[in-house]
């Protein structure tokens, strides 16, 4: 069955790094792909998306793009912010109305100042 | 504002208890979803359901119970069959393919 697999956190940086979260995924056919965030206590919230392969995703600075040819869909950030720390899930689905979001396991983002 | 509202934010069960989740959507979406959190499991879905009167069972339906007796509304109950209900559970909704919206959550605890 569809699968997705991302890095195992937690990621630890300094303000301002660069920050890359690896994402790859499973699936048949054309899967749409996110980046969902969520914070302490909270829901999640949804980053950025991308539905179709060489799609670029990009939203508060953050960026991911759609790489077909290796199943991949990694989040990166050119300077992050002590605010940018949460959790962060790469998820997919199918493109068929109402079918469910497979996630990864999550990575954790820790921030410093 | 249009949303998913879960309640309660916090819910304590007994031994051998069972517990019902509510989420309720004024989003006019047809499909919701419930899904556990785990720390380091990610988000594993439970039930799901496309229309109302209809849900189907996800990865882990074991122990649990949904009914969608209205599009607005999709309760979950945790009954005693479920042997480790502690986790944060979140209910999502979708017109379609795109656009899911999460809710706030609930955090179960057996006490």
């Known amino acids: 069955g569809d699968s997705v697999t991302q890095m195992e956190g937690p990621v630890t940086l300094s303000e301002e790094a660069f920050l890359t979260i690896n994402c790859t995924y499973t699936?048949?056919?054309?899967?749409?792909l996110f980046w969902y965030v969520q914070y302490p206590g909270e829901g999640l919230q949804l980053l950025l998306k991308?539905?179709?392969?060489?799609d670029k995703g990009s939203n508060k600075g953050f960026e991911a793009t759609y790489r077909k040819e290796t199943t991949s869909f990694h989040l990166e950030k050119g300077s992050v912010q002590v605010s940018d720390s949460a959790v962060y899930f790469c998820?997919?689905?199918?493109?068929?109305?109402?079918?469910?979001?497979?996630f990864g396991k999550g990575t954790t983002l820790s921030v410093s100042s | 504002d249009g949303g998913i509202t879960q309640s309660p934010k916090y819910l304590f069960r007994k031994e051998g208890q069972n517990v019902t989740l509510s989420c309720e959507q004024n989003?006019?979406?047809?499909?919701m979803y419930w899904y556990r959190q785990d720390p380091g499991q990610g988000l594993r879905l439970i039930y799901y359901?496309?229309?109302?009167?209809?849900?189907q069972k996800g990865d882990i339906a074991e122990g649990y119970s949904v009914s969608r007796e209205k599009k607005e509304s999709f309760p979950l109950t945790v009954t005693s069959a479920q042997k480790n209900p502690t986790a944060f559970y979140l209910c999502?909704?979708?017109?379609?393919?795109?656009?899911?919206?999460f809710g706030s959550g609930t955090r179960l605890t057996v006490v």
């Open positions: 999502a909704s979708t017109p379609g393919s795109y656009g899911y919206t």
């Open positions: 699936a048949t056919g054309y899967p749409s």
């Open positions: 998820a997919l689905t199918a493109n068929q109305a109402g079918t469910a979001l497979i």
């Open positions: 991308a539905t179709k392969a060489d």
């Open positions: 359901s496309q229309i109302v009167n209809d849900f």
């Open positions: 989003l006019n979406h047809d499909a």
